[in-house]
Protein backbone atom coordinates (compact mmCIF):
# COMPACT_ATOMS: atom_id res chain seq x y z
CA UNK A 1 0.00 0.00 0.00
CA UNK A 2 1.49 3.44 -1.17
CA UNK A 3 2.26 5.09 2.15
CA UNK A 4 0.24 8.65 1.31
CA UNK A 5 -2.91 5.88 1.16
CA UNK A 6 -1.95 4.86 4.01
CA UNK A 7 -1.41 7.65 5.65
CA UNK A 8 -4.95 9.17 4.54
CA UNK A 9 -6.98 5.74 6.03
CA UNK A 10 -5.29 6.57 9.04
CA UNK A 11 -6.49 10.14 9.14
CA UNK A 12 -10.10 8.74 9.11
CA UNK A 13 -9.60 6.42 11.69
CA UNK A 14 -8.32 8.66 13.92
CA UNK A 15 -11.17 11.03 13.07
CA UNK A 16 -13.48 8.82 13.62
CA UNK A 17 -12.55 7.36 16.96
CA UNK A 18 -12.19 10.92 18.05
CA UNK A 19 -15.38 11.91 17.19
CA UNK A 20 -17.05 8.10 18.75
CA UNK A 21 -15.39 9.33 21.83
CA UNK A 22 -16.70 13.11 21.66
CA UNK A 23 -20.39 11.25 21.32
CA UNK A 24 -19.93 9.39 24.10
CA UNK A 25 -18.47 11.91 26.38
CA UNK A 26 -21.93 14.29 25.41
CA UNK A 27 -23.82 11.15 25.78
CA UNK A 28 -22.44 11.04 29.43
CA UNK A 29 -22.50 14.45 30.13
CA UNK A 30 -26.14 14.49 29.31
CA UNK A 31 -27.34 12.72 32.11
CA UNK A 32 -25.16 14.81 34.42
CA UNK A 33 -26.68 18.29 32.61
CA UNK A 34 -29.99 17.06 33.11
CA UNK A 35 -29.50 16.28 37.10
CA UNK A 36 -27.39 19.94 37.25
CA UNK A 37 -29.94 21.71 35.69
CA UNK A 38 -33.01 20.45 37.86
CA UNK A 39 -30.97 20.87 40.91
CA UNK A 40 -30.08 24.29 40.45
CA UNK A 41 -33.21 25.41 39.55
CA UNK A 42 -35.25 23.22 42.26
CA UNK A 43 -32.70 22.03 45.48
CA UNK A 44 -33.77 25.96 47.06
CA UNK A 45 -36.96 24.52 48.15
CA UNK A 46 -36.03 21.02 48.97
CA UNK A 47 -35.84 20.69 52.48
CA UNK A 48 -37.16 18.54 55.48
CA UNK A 49 -40.23 20.68 55.45
CA UNK A 50 -40.95 20.06 51.74
CA UNK A 51 -41.15 16.60 52.23
CA UNK A 52 -43.11 17.03 55.44
CA UNK A 53 -46.00 19.55 54.91
CA UNK A 54 -48.98 19.44 52.99
CA UNK A 55 -49.68 20.66 49.40
CA UNK A 56 -51.36 23.86 49.53
CA UNK A 57 -53.57 25.56 46.69
CA UNK A 58 -53.43 22.99 44.32
CA UNK A 59 -49.83 22.56 44.68
CA UNK A 60 -48.66 26.04 44.55
CA UNK A 61 -46.90 25.81 47.74
CA UNK A 62 -46.65 23.51 50.86
CA UNK A 63 -44.99 20.50 50.55
CA UNK A 64 -45.62 16.88 49.61
CA UNK A 65 -46.07 14.51 52.47
CA UNK A 66 -49.86 12.68 51.44
CA UNK A 67 -48.08 12.37 48.04
CA UNK A 68 -44.95 10.77 49.01
CA UNK A 69 -46.80 8.33 51.47
CA UNK A 70 -48.95 7.31 48.44
CA UNK A 71 -46.07 7.02 46.30
CA UNK A 72 -44.42 4.64 48.97
CA UNK A 73 -47.78 2.62 49.15
CA UNK A 74 -47.90 2.14 45.30
CA UNK A 75 -44.64 0.79 45.70
CA UNK A 76 -45.17 -1.96 48.33
CA UNK A 77 -48.57 -2.68 46.87
CA UNK A 78 -47.06 -3.72 43.99
CA UNK A 79 -44.09 -5.36 44.18
CA UNK A 80 -45.82 -7.06 47.26
CA UNK A 81 -48.00 -8.84 44.66
CA UNK A 82 -45.13 -8.43 41.68
CA UNK A 83 -41.86 -9.92 43.91
CA UNK A 84 -43.78 -13.73 44.75
CA UNK A 85 -45.11 -14.38 41.24
CA UNK A 86 -41.61 -12.46 39.60
CA UNK A 87 -39.64 -14.66 41.91
CA UNK A 88 -41.89 -18.06 41.42
CA UNK A 89 -41.95 -17.78 37.99
CA UNK A 90 -38.00 -17.06 37.54
CA UNK A 91 -37.64 -20.66 40.15
CA UNK A 92 -40.34 -22.42 37.97
CA UNK A 93 -38.51 -21.48 34.28
CA UNK A 94 -35.23 -22.70 35.78
CA UNK A 95 -35.58 -25.18 38.62
CA UNK A 96 -38.83 -27.29 37.88
CA UNK A 97 -39.05 -28.12 34.28
CA UNK A 98 -36.89 -28.58 31.41
CA UNK A 99 -37.04 -26.49 28.05
CA UNK A 100 -39.95 -27.18 26.10
CA UNK A 101 -43.42 -25.77 25.03
CA UNK A 102 -44.06 -24.50 28.34
CA UNK A 103 -40.91 -22.67 29.00
CA UNK A 104 -41.39 -21.14 25.34
CA UNK A 105 -44.67 -20.11 26.04
CA UNK A 106 -44.04 -18.29 29.78
CA UNK A 107 -41.42 -16.64 28.07
CA UNK A 108 -42.79 -15.27 25.07
CA UNK A 109 -45.76 -13.99 27.37
CA UNK A 110 -43.46 -12.52 29.88
CA UNK A 111 -41.35 -11.10 26.65
CA UNK A 112 -44.64 -9.96 24.96
CA UNK A 113 -45.58 -7.93 28.71
CA UNK A 114 -42.36 -6.47 28.81
CA UNK A 115 -42.45 -4.44 25.21
CA UNK A 116 -46.69 -3.16 26.37
CA UNK A 117 -46.55 0.36 26.75
CA UNK A 118 -47.45 1.70 29.98
CA UNK A 119 -50.48 3.60 28.55
CA UNK A 120 -52.10 0.59 27.48
CA UNK A 121 -51.34 -1.27 31.08
CA UNK A 122 -53.48 2.38 31.97
CA UNK A 123 -56.03 1.48 29.89
CA UNK A 124 -56.30 -2.36 31.04
CA UNK A 125 -56.49 -1.53 34.90
CA UNK A 126 -58.72 0.82 34.37
CA UNK A 127 -61.25 -1.70 32.10
CA UNK A 128 -60.03 -4.63 34.72
CA UNK A 129 -59.31 -3.34 38.62
CA UNK A 130 -61.11 0.31 38.54
CA UNK A 131 -64.56 -0.84 36.77
CA UNK A 132 -65.07 -3.96 36.19
CA UNK A 133 -63.97 -5.29 39.76
CA UNK A 134 -65.26 -2.22 41.52
CA UNK A 135 -62.00 -0.94 43.09
CA UNK A 136 -62.42 2.57 41.44
CA UNK A 137 -59.48 4.91 41.46
CA UNK A 138 -57.13 3.49 44.45
CA UNK A 139 -53.74 2.27 45.38
CA UNK A 140 -54.79 -1.11 45.54
CA UNK A 141 -56.05 -0.68 41.99
CA UNK A 142 -52.72 1.53 40.68
CA UNK A 143 -50.59 -1.10 42.19
CA UNK A 144 -52.47 -4.47 40.92
CA UNK A 145 -51.64 -2.47 37.26
CA UNK A 146 -48.11 -1.63 38.13
CA UNK A 147 -47.20 -5.29 39.33
CA UNK A 148 -48.52 -6.21 36.00
CA UNK A 149 -46.26 -4.09 34.40
CA UNK A 150 -43.01 -4.82 36.45
CA UNK A 151 -43.54 -8.31 36.67
CA UNK A 152 -41.61 -9.35 33.49
CA UNK A 153 -38.42 -7.01 34.70
CA UNK A 154 -38.60 -9.56 38.16
CA UNK A 155 -38.93 -12.97 35.84
CA UNK A 156 -35.80 -12.20 33.79
CA UNK A 157 -33.68 -10.55 37.17
CA UNK A 158 -34.54 -13.56 39.24
CA UNK A 159 -34.03 -16.34 36.45
CA UNK A 160 -30.78 -14.62 35.62
CA UNK A 161 -29.46 -14.94 39.26
CA UNK A 162 -30.80 -18.22 39.86
CA UNK A 163 -28.89 -19.63 36.60
CA UNK A 164 -26.03 -18.09 37.60
CA UNK A 165 -25.70 -20.34 40.80
CA UNK A 166 -23.05 -22.89 40.10
CA UNK A 167 -25.22 -26.87 39.52
CA UNK A 168 -22.59 -27.97 42.03
CA UNK A 169 -24.64 -26.60 44.58
CA UNK A 170 -27.39 -28.16 43.94
CA UNK A 171 -25.96 -31.65 43.45
CA UNK A 172 -24.92 -31.29 47.19
CA UNK A 173 -27.73 -30.75 48.30
CA UNK A 174 -29.09 -33.55 46.68
CA UNK A 175 -26.34 -35.67 47.90
CA UNK A 176 -27.11 -35.08 51.29
CA UNK A 177 -30.90 -35.95 50.97
CA UNK A 178 -32.62 -32.68 50.81
CA UNK A 179 -35.50 -32.69 48.84
CA UNK A 180 -35.62 -30.26 45.44
CA UNK A 181 -37.58 -27.57 47.55
CA UNK A 182 -35.29 -27.77 50.23
CA UNK A 183 -32.44 -27.12 47.70
CA UNK A 184 -34.65 -24.49 46.41
CA UNK A 185 -35.12 -22.29 49.72
CA UNK A 186 -31.80 -23.15 51.59
CA UNK A 187 -29.32 -23.25 48.87
CA UNK A 188 -30.01 -21.55 45.59
CA UNK A 189 -32.41 -19.01 46.43
CA UNK A 190 -29.91 -17.42 49.36
CA UNK A 191 -26.81 -17.75 46.53
CA UNK A 192 -28.68 -15.64 44.00
CA UNK A 193 -30.04 -12.86 46.81
CA UNK A 194 -28.21 -10.23 45.23
CA UNK A 195 -29.02 -10.92 41.49
CA UNK A 196 -32.92 -10.96 42.53
CA UNK A 197 -32.87 -8.07 44.80
CA UNK A 198 -31.18 -5.76 42.18
CA UNK A 199 -34.41 -7.01 39.83
CA UNK A 200 -36.90 -5.79 42.51
CA UNK A 201 -35.09 -2.68 42.82
CA UNK A 202 -34.97 -1.89 38.87
CA UNK A 203 -38.84 -2.98 39.39
CA UNK A 204 -39.24 0.00 42.26
CA UNK A 205 -37.34 2.25 40.11
CA UNK A 206 -39.68 2.12 37.16
CA UNK A 207 -43.02 1.75 39.58
CA UNK A 208 -42.01 5.47 41.20
CA UNK A 209 -41.21 6.85 37.73
CA UNK A 210 -44.66 5.89 36.12
CA UNK A 211 -47.02 8.16 35.12
CA UNK A 212 -49.56 7.44 32.34
CA UNK A 213 -51.07 3.90 33.68
CA UNK A 214 -51.12 5.24 37.49
CA UNK A 215 -52.87 8.49 36.57
CA UNK A 216 -56.01 5.90 35.45
CA UNK A 217 -55.75 4.06 38.18
CA UNK A 218 -54.90 5.44 41.39
CA UNK A 219 -56.07 9.11 40.48
CA UNK A 220 -55.17 12.38 41.22
CA UNK A 221 -56.22 13.33 44.62
CA UNK A 222 -53.92 15.10 47.33
CA UNK A 223 -55.61 14.17 50.35
CA UNK A 224 -53.43 11.54 52.41
CA UNK A 225 -55.12 7.78 51.81
CA UNK A 226 -56.50 6.50 54.31
CA UNK A 227 -56.75 2.97 53.22
CA UNK A 228 -55.51 1.03 50.28
CA UNK A 229 -59.23 1.65 48.47
CA UNK A 230 -58.44 5.63 48.59
CA UNK A 231 -57.55 7.48 45.91
CA UNK A 232 -54.20 9.22 45.62
CA UNK A 233 -51.55 10.83 43.51
CA UNK A 234 -48.27 9.85 43.23
CA UNK A 235 -45.58 11.80 43.02
CA UNK A 236 -44.64 11.48 39.17
CA UNK A 237 -48.27 12.24 38.61
CA UNK A 238 -48.13 15.56 40.55
CA UNK A 239 -44.86 16.33 39.25
CA UNK A 240 -46.74 15.68 35.87
CA UNK A 241 -49.56 18.21 36.82
CA UNK A 242 -47.81 20.53 38.16
CA UNK A 243 -45.84 20.76 34.99
CA UNK A 244 -48.40 20.41 32.36
CA UNK A 245 -51.17 22.53 34.08
CA UNK A 246 -48.63 25.33 34.15
CA UNK A 247 -49.39 25.41 38.18
CA UNK A 248 -46.22 26.23 39.48
CA UNK A 249 -43.13 25.94 37.65
CA UNK A 250 -40.96 26.65 41.41
CA UNK A 251 -42.43 23.62 42.64
CA UNK A 252 -42.43 21.47 39.78
CA UNK A 253 -38.69 21.70 39.85
CA UNK A 254 -38.75 21.46 43.83
CA UNK A 255 -40.97 18.10 42.57
CA UNK A 256 -38.55 16.37 39.85
CA UNK A 257 -35.30 17.03 42.23
CA UNK A 258 -37.01 14.66 44.81
CA UNK A 259 -38.53 12.42 42.25
CA UNK A 260 -35.09 12.10 40.33
CA UNK A 261 -33.26 11.88 43.40
CA UNK A 262 -35.21 9.28 44.45
CA UNK A 263 -34.97 7.05 41.58
CA UNK A 264 -30.98 7.56 41.13
CA UNK A 265 -30.64 6.85 44.46
CA UNK A 266 -32.90 3.42 44.10
CA UNK A 267 -31.12 2.71 40.46
CA UNK A 268 -27.02 3.53 42.58
CA UNK A 269 -28.16 1.01 44.97
CA UNK A 270 -29.01 -1.92 42.19
CA UNK A 271 -25.84 -0.54 40.46
CA UNK A 272 -23.72 -0.92 43.73
CA UNK A 273 -25.22 -4.97 44.21
CA UNK A 274 -24.24 -5.73 41.01
CA UNK A 275 -21.02 -4.67 41.30
CA UNK A 276 -20.55 -6.27 44.57
CA UNK A 277 -21.79 -9.41 42.97
CA UNK A 278 -19.01 -9.61 40.17
CA UNK B 1 -33.15 -42.02 56.51
CA UNK B 2 -36.55 -40.77 55.98
CA UNK B 3 -38.91 -44.09 57.25
CA UNK B 4 -41.00 -44.90 53.81
CA UNK B 5 -44.43 -43.19 54.84
CA UNK B 6 -42.39 -40.27 55.35
CA UNK B 7 -41.04 -40.34 51.99
CA UNK B 8 -43.86 -40.78 50.58
CA UNK B 9 -45.54 -37.55 52.36
CA UNK B 10 -41.98 -35.22 51.00
CA UNK B 11 -42.69 -36.56 47.68
CA UNK B 12 -46.56 -35.61 47.99
CA UNK B 13 -45.42 -32.13 48.88
CA UNK B 14 -43.18 -31.48 46.39
CA UNK B 15 -45.61 -32.51 43.68
CA UNK B 16 -48.02 -29.77 45.59
CA UNK B 17 -45.21 -27.14 45.33
CA UNK B 18 -44.64 -27.84 42.07
CA UNK B 19 -48.06 -27.52 40.66
CA UNK B 20 -48.15 -24.27 42.99
CA UNK B 21 -45.14 -23.14 40.73
CA UNK B 22 -46.73 -24.05 37.67
CA UNK B 23 -49.71 -22.01 38.29
CA UNK B 24 -47.34 -18.91 39.54
CA UNK B 25 -45.54 -19.33 35.86
CA UNK B 26 -48.68 -18.64 34.28
CA UNK B 27 -49.36 -15.70 35.62
CA UNK B 28 -47.85 -13.68 33.52
CA UNK B 29 -49.98 -15.52 30.21
CA UNK B 30 -52.99 -14.52 32.63
CA UNK B 31 -52.06 -11.27 32.85
CA UNK B 32 -51.26 -10.84 28.71
CA UNK B 33 -54.98 -12.69 27.92
CA UNK B 34 -56.74 -10.12 30.24
CA UNK B 35 -55.13 -7.04 28.85
CA UNK B 36 -55.74 -8.43 25.48
CA UNK B 37 -59.70 -9.22 26.83
CA UNK B 38 -59.87 -6.02 28.02
CA UNK B 39 -58.94 -3.72 25.41
CA UNK B 40 -60.52 -5.59 23.28
CA UNK B 41 -63.69 -6.00 24.28
CA UNK B 42 -64.26 -2.40 24.77
CA UNK B 43 -62.23 -1.43 21.30
CA UNK B 44 -63.09 -3.57 18.97
CA UNK B 45 -66.89 -3.01 18.67
CA UNK B 46 -66.48 0.51 17.70
CA UNK B 47 -63.54 -0.42 15.19
CA UNK B 48 -66.32 -1.99 13.18
CA UNK B 49 -68.99 0.09 14.05
CA UNK B 50 -67.22 2.70 12.71
CA UNK B 51 -65.91 0.51 9.49
CA UNK B 52 -62.17 -0.62 10.04
CA UNK B 53 -60.75 1.56 7.02
CA UNK B 54 -62.76 4.98 8.10
CA UNK B 55 -61.38 4.31 12.05
CA UNK B 56 -57.80 3.63 10.68
CA UNK B 57 -57.55 5.83 7.54
CA UNK B 58 -60.26 8.46 8.76
CA UNK B 59 -58.55 11.90 9.27
CA UNK B 60 -61.21 13.80 10.57
CA UNK B 61 -61.77 13.15 14.97
CA UNK B 62 -64.26 14.45 16.52
CA UNK B 63 -65.22 12.00 19.55
CA UNK B 64 -68.16 13.89 20.65
CA UNK B 65 -70.24 14.13 17.66
CA UNK B 66 -69.03 10.34 16.92
CA UNK B 67 -66.85 10.65 13.91
CA UNK B 68 -63.50 8.85 14.59
CA UNK B 69 -61.03 9.12 12.30
CA UNK B 70 -57.21 7.89 13.74
CA UNK B 71 -55.29 8.18 10.72
CA UNK B 72 -53.50 11.67 11.28
CA UNK B 73 -52.69 9.41 14.89
CA UNK B 74 -50.96 7.00 13.57
CA UNK B 75 -49.35 9.49 10.79
CA UNK B 76 -48.16 11.35 13.99
CA UNK B 77 -46.83 8.05 15.84
CA UNK B 78 -44.54 7.13 12.61
CA UNK B 79 -42.85 10.43 12.24
CA UNK B 80 -42.06 10.84 16.00
CA UNK B 81 -41.16 7.19 16.27
CA UNK B 82 -38.65 7.48 13.02
CA UNK B 83 -38.09 10.86 13.79
CA UNK B 84 -36.37 9.45 16.84
CA UNK B 85 -34.28 6.51 15.50
CA UNK B 86 -33.21 8.88 13.03
CA UNK B 87 -31.53 11.00 15.70
CA UNK B 88 -30.96 7.93 18.46
CA UNK B 89 -29.80 5.24 16.17
CA UNK B 90 -26.18 6.95 15.02
CA UNK B 91 -25.26 7.90 18.40
CA UNK B 92 -26.01 4.78 19.86
CA UNK B 93 -24.32 3.05 17.31
CA UNK B 94 -20.79 5.61 17.78
CA UNK B 95 -21.52 5.63 21.50
CA UNK B 96 -21.42 1.69 21.64
CA UNK B 97 -18.25 1.24 19.08
CA UNK B 98 -16.23 3.74 21.28
CA UNK B 99 -17.31 1.73 24.82
CA UNK B 100 -16.82 -1.83 22.86
CA UNK B 101 -14.05 -1.12 20.79
CA UNK B 102 -11.92 1.69 21.59
CA UNK B 103 -12.54 2.78 25.39
CA UNK B 104 -9.82 1.87 28.12
CA UNK B 105 -11.42 -0.40 30.85
CA UNK B 106 -11.22 2.48 33.15
CA UNK B 107 -13.32 4.48 30.96
CA UNK B 108 -15.65 1.85 30.11
CA UNK B 109 -16.07 1.47 33.85
CA UNK B 110 -17.22 5.11 34.30
CA UNK B 111 -19.26 5.48 31.03
CA UNK B 112 -21.32 2.89 30.68
CA UNK B 113 -23.48 3.15 34.24
CA UNK B 114 -23.79 6.65 33.39
CA UNK B 115 -25.56 5.96 30.50
CA UNK B 116 -27.64 3.47 31.56
CA UNK B 117 -28.84 5.54 34.28
CA UNK B 118 -30.36 8.02 31.66
CA UNK B 119 -32.81 4.94 31.73
CA UNK B 120 -33.88 5.44 35.15
CA UNK B 121 -35.07 8.97 35.11
CA UNK B 122 -38.88 8.97 35.01
CA UNK B 123 -40.17 10.18 31.52
CA UNK B 124 -42.13 13.01 32.39
CA UNK B 125 -39.09 14.78 33.47
CA UNK B 126 -37.58 14.36 30.06
CA UNK B 127 -41.04 15.75 28.84
CA UNK B 128 -40.62 18.29 31.36
CA UNK B 129 -36.62 18.90 29.87
CA UNK B 130 -37.92 19.08 26.58
CA UNK B 131 -40.43 21.36 27.53
CA UNK B 132 -38.22 23.96 29.15
CA UNK B 133 -34.99 23.71 27.05
CA UNK B 134 -36.11 21.74 23.17
CA UNK B 135 -39.21 23.60 22.86
CA UNK B 136 -37.81 27.26 23.26
CA UNK B 137 -34.65 26.02 21.25
CA UNK B 138 -37.00 24.93 18.36
CA UNK B 139 -39.07 27.73 18.62
CA UNK B 140 -36.41 30.58 18.62
CA UNK B 141 -34.03 28.67 15.95
CA UNK B 142 -36.09 27.05 13.57
CA UNK B 143 -39.66 28.50 13.81
CA UNK B 144 -43.34 27.42 14.59
CA UNK B 145 -44.48 27.37 18.26
CA UNK B 146 -41.96 24.69 19.28
CA UNK B 147 -44.27 22.30 19.84
CA UNK B 148 -43.54 19.76 16.82
CA UNK B 149 -42.72 16.68 15.48
CA UNK B 150 -39.09 17.49 15.83
CA UNK B 151 -38.94 18.38 19.10
CA UNK B 152 -40.89 15.15 20.48
CA UNK B 153 -38.06 13.63 17.64
CA UNK B 154 -34.85 14.64 19.59
CA UNK B 155 -36.31 13.83 23.20
CA UNK B 156 -37.34 10.54 22.22
CA UNK B 157 -34.20 10.32 20.04
CA UNK B 158 -32.55 11.05 23.65
CA UNK B 159 -34.88 8.49 25.69
CA UNK B 160 -34.31 5.57 23.69
CA UNK B 161 -30.35 5.89 23.77
CA UNK B 162 -29.72 3.67 26.92
CA UNK B 163 -32.19 0.57 25.48
CA UNK B 164 -30.09 0.60 21.94
CA UNK B 165 -26.67 1.35 23.68
CA UNK B 166 -27.01 -1.64 25.97
CA UNK B 167 -28.35 -3.92 23.25
CA UNK B 168 -25.84 -2.74 20.81
CA UNK B 169 -22.68 -2.63 23.07
CA UNK B 170 -23.56 -6.48 23.75
CA UNK B 171 -24.23 -7.81 20.43
CA UNK B 172 -20.26 -5.95 19.35
CA UNK B 173 -19.01 -7.64 22.20
CA UNK B 174 -20.16 -10.87 21.32
CA UNK B 175 -18.07 -10.57 18.15
CA UNK B 176 -15.47 -13.15 17.98
CA UNK B 177 -11.66 -10.93 18.99
CA UNK B 178 -10.28 -13.56 16.05
CA UNK B 179 -12.42 -11.25 13.74
CA UNK B 180 -10.69 -8.17 14.58
CA UNK B 181 -7.37 -9.78 14.65
CA UNK B 182 -8.38 -10.95 11.23
CA UNK B 183 -8.82 -7.81 9.72
CA UNK B 184 -6.45 -5.80 11.56
CA UNK B 185 -3.79 -8.68 10.00
CA UNK B 186 -4.53 -7.88 6.27
CA UNK B 187 -4.14 -3.95 6.91
CA UNK B 188 -7.26 -2.46 7.94
CA UNK B 189 -7.05 0.15 10.77
CA UNK B 190 -9.39 -0.43 13.82
CA UNK B 191 -11.88 1.95 12.41
CA UNK B 192 -12.16 0.41 8.80
CA UNK B 193 -11.95 -3.15 10.84
CA UNK B 194 -15.05 -2.05 13.05
CA UNK B 195 -17.15 -0.66 10.19
CA UNK B 196 -16.86 -3.79 7.67
CA UNK B 197 -16.39 -6.69 10.22
CA UNK B 198 -17.22 -6.08 13.21
CA UNK B 199 -20.79 -4.16 12.27
CA UNK B 200 -21.87 -6.50 10.04
CA UNK B 201 -21.02 -9.52 12.55
CA UNK B 202 -23.22 -7.58 14.64
CA UNK B 203 -25.66 -7.34 12.71
CA UNK B 204 -29.08 -8.78 13.92
CA UNK B 205 -28.24 -7.76 17.47
CA UNK B 206 -28.12 -4.23 16.13
CA UNK B 207 -31.57 -4.46 14.56
CA UNK B 208 -32.92 -5.91 17.50
CA UNK B 209 -31.54 -2.89 19.59
CA UNK B 210 -33.23 -0.91 17.14
CA UNK B 211 -36.96 -2.57 17.34
CA UNK B 212 -36.99 -2.42 20.81
CA UNK B 213 -35.83 1.50 21.11
CA UNK B 214 -38.85 1.79 18.16
CA UNK B 215 -40.98 0.42 20.41
CA UNK B 216 -39.85 2.61 23.81
CA UNK B 217 -40.06 5.11 21.45
CA UNK B 218 -43.48 4.17 20.23
CA UNK B 219 -45.15 3.47 23.50
CA UNK B 220 -44.09 6.80 25.45
CA UNK B 221 -47.43 8.34 26.21
CA UNK B 222 -46.55 11.69 28.81
CA UNK B 223 -43.07 12.93 27.93
CA UNK B 224 -44.33 13.38 24.18
CA UNK B 225 -48.06 15.08 25.22
CA UNK B 226 -46.13 17.82 26.97
CA UNK B 227 -43.76 18.48 23.97
CA UNK B 228 -45.90 17.56 20.69
CA UNK B 229 -48.47 19.65 20.62
CA UNK B 230 -50.94 17.05 20.43
CA UNK B 231 -53.42 18.94 17.53
CA UNK B 232 -55.26 16.26 14.90
CA UNK B 233 -53.86 17.12 12.06
CA UNK B 234 -51.32 15.32 9.26
CA UNK B 235 -47.89 17.25 10.07
CA UNK B 236 -46.73 18.16 6.76
CA UNK B 237 -43.24 19.36 8.19
CA UNK B 238 -40.92 18.79 11.33
CA UNK B 239 -42.03 21.74 12.97
CA UNK B 240 -45.42 20.84 12.56
CA UNK B 241 -47.35 20.56 15.86
CA UNK B 242 -48.70 16.66 16.09
CA UNK B 243 -50.89 13.62 18.28
CA UNK B 244 -49.42 9.89 18.59
CA UNK B 245 -51.86 7.42 19.40
CA UNK B 246 -50.69 7.49 22.94
CA UNK B 247 -51.44 10.83 24.05
CA UNK B 248 -55.00 10.43 21.84
CA UNK B 249 -55.58 7.87 25.19
CA UNK B 250 -53.90 10.27 27.50
CA UNK B 251 -55.32 13.56 26.34
CA UNK B 252 -59.39 12.67 26.40
CA UNK B 253 -59.50 9.35 28.99
CA UNK B 254 -59.88 11.95 31.61
CA UNK B 255 -63.62 12.95 30.29
CA UNK B 256 -64.38 10.70 27.78
CA UNK B 257 -67.20 8.69 28.16
CA UNK B 258 -69.56 6.12 26.31
CA UNK B 259 -68.55 5.60 22.51
CA UNK B 260 -65.59 8.62 22.75
CA UNK B 261 -64.31 6.51 25.68
CA UNK B 262 -64.45 2.95 23.38
CA UNK B 263 -63.04 4.79 20.21
CA UNK B 264 -59.86 5.38 22.96
CA UNK B 265 -59.48 1.65 23.80
CA UNK B 266 -59.71 0.94 19.88
CA UNK B 267 -57.12 3.28 19.77
CA UNK B 268 -55.31 1.11 22.48
CA UNK B 269 -55.95 -1.75 20.41
CA UNK B 270 -54.14 -0.61 17.11
CA UNK B 271 -51.37 0.62 19.50
CA UNK B 272 -51.13 -3.08 20.76
CA UNK B 273 -51.26 -4.62 17.53
CA UNK B 274 -48.72 -2.34 16.04
CA UNK B 275 -46.20 -3.01 18.92
CA UNK B 276 -47.43 -6.96 18.43
CA UNK B 277 -46.27 -6.88 15.07
CA UNK B 278 -42.53 -4.94 16.32
CA UNK B 279 -42.15 -7.76 18.78
CA UNK B 280 -43.25 -10.65 16.86
CA UNK B 281 -40.38 -9.44 14.16
CA UNK B 282 -38.01 -8.50 17.08
CA UNK B 283 -38.52 -12.38 18.20
CA UNK B 284 -37.84 -13.64 14.53
CA UNK B 285 -34.71 -11.48 13.96
CA UNK B 286 -33.23 -13.04 17.48
CA UNK B 287 -34.07 -16.52 17.00
CA UNK B 288 -32.30 -16.63 13.31
CA UNK B 289 -28.99 -15.60 15.40
Redesign the interface.
Known sequence: ?PPESRNR??F??NL??N???L??LA??G???A?IL??VYHGAEKISLDFFLANPQDLGRSGGIFPILISTILLGIVSLAIAV??GI??A???TE??KEGW?TT??R??????A??????????G???FVV?LGMGWSIISGGLTLA?MV??TI?RTSEEAIKSVPKVLRDLGFSL?A???QVVWQIVLPQARNGIFTGVILAL?RV?????CV??TTGISMEMPTSLFDSARSM?VH??LL??EGISMEM?YST?VA??GM??I???GA?FLIAKKA | ??LPEQKNG?RL??KR??A???M??????L??T??II??F??GVPIIFSTGLSVFLFGTKWAPTKGSFGIFPMIVGTLQVTFGALLIGVP?SI??S???SE??KPLTRK??K???E??A??????F???G?I?IVPFVREHLGGTGFSVLSASLMLG?MI?PTV?SITFDSLQAVPQSYREGALAL?A????STIRVILPAARSGIVTAVI?GM?RA?????AV??VAGNAVVIPTSPLHPCRTL?SN??LE?AYAAGDHQKA??AT?VV??VM??L??IVA?AIVKRK
Open positions: MNLWNFIMSMTTVALLLIYLPLGTIFLYTTLIFGAECLGIPSIIFGLFFGLTCLPIGTKSGLGETAIFSFYARASLVVLINLN | MPLREIRGLLIAFSSIVLLIFVKEIMVIYLFAIMPLILLAIPSVVGFIVVILIGTPWQLGMGETMIMTIAMLFGLFIFLNT
